[in-house]
């Protein structure tokens, strides 16, 4: 299976808050960043489209010809709970500077970790393979491509984030059908 994970478009948020989960709204090139995606997509086929429920990814979902794509929770981005729509430097949960240091186990307040994520992308990868999907295109959020390139493409935690792609990025990933034996 290659699954083609497209990061949703650039979002209309002040840099440094934390808007995880929030259905924040997309900045005014959005025409301009998801015709790019468009033309990158054109000519490929997929025999499924998955969408993150929020409304950021399902826009360019319907923007690239996607708009019957299946809307799926476990693709959304982390739930950052209290922290959410919060400057990172106005929040006051000591629990923030631990989260930093150790992100795939610390849970912000109210929210969800780094592995309770990972543990959504897992679930729906194994659900694709259970339903004999062989080149799904996915619209999500740069969490779940993160989760993907280390799950799925073995990059190292490490550094990790220095693999993000921008705004409108497409990734592919290979995805053997052993990865279900592999959880």
Not at 18 to 25: A, E, I
């Amino acid at each position: 299976m290659e699954i083609t994970f497209v990061r949703h478009t650039s979002v209309d948020v002040p840099r440094g808050v934390c808007y995880g989960q929030t259905d924040v709204g997309l900045r005014n090139t959005f025409p301009q960043e998801a015709e790019a995606v468009k033309q990158q997509l054109l000519g490929q086929e997929f025999d499924a489209a998955f969408c993150s429920p929020l409304s950021r990814c399902r826009r360019l979902a319907e923007y690239c010809g996607y708009g019957n794509a299946a809307l799926d929770p476990r693709l959304m981005e982390m739930n950052f709970g209290e922290w959410e729509m919060k400057r990172y430097e106005d929040i006051r949960d000591p629990r923030l500077l631990q989260w930093f240091e150790n992100y795939w186990n610390i849970t912000p307040t109210g929210g969800e970790n780094w592995l309770e994520q990972g543990e959504r992308l897992r679930s729906f990868v194994a659900s694709l393979i259970e339903q004999g999907v062989e080149r799904p295109v996915v619209f999500t959020h740069g969490g779940i491509v993160l989760h993907a390139l280390n799950q799925l493409a073995g990059y190292p935690r490490e550094g990790l984030f220095d693999h993000l792609p921008p705004y409108g990025g497409i990734v592919k990933i290979g995805v053997s059908a052993d990865f279900c034996k592999e959880i």
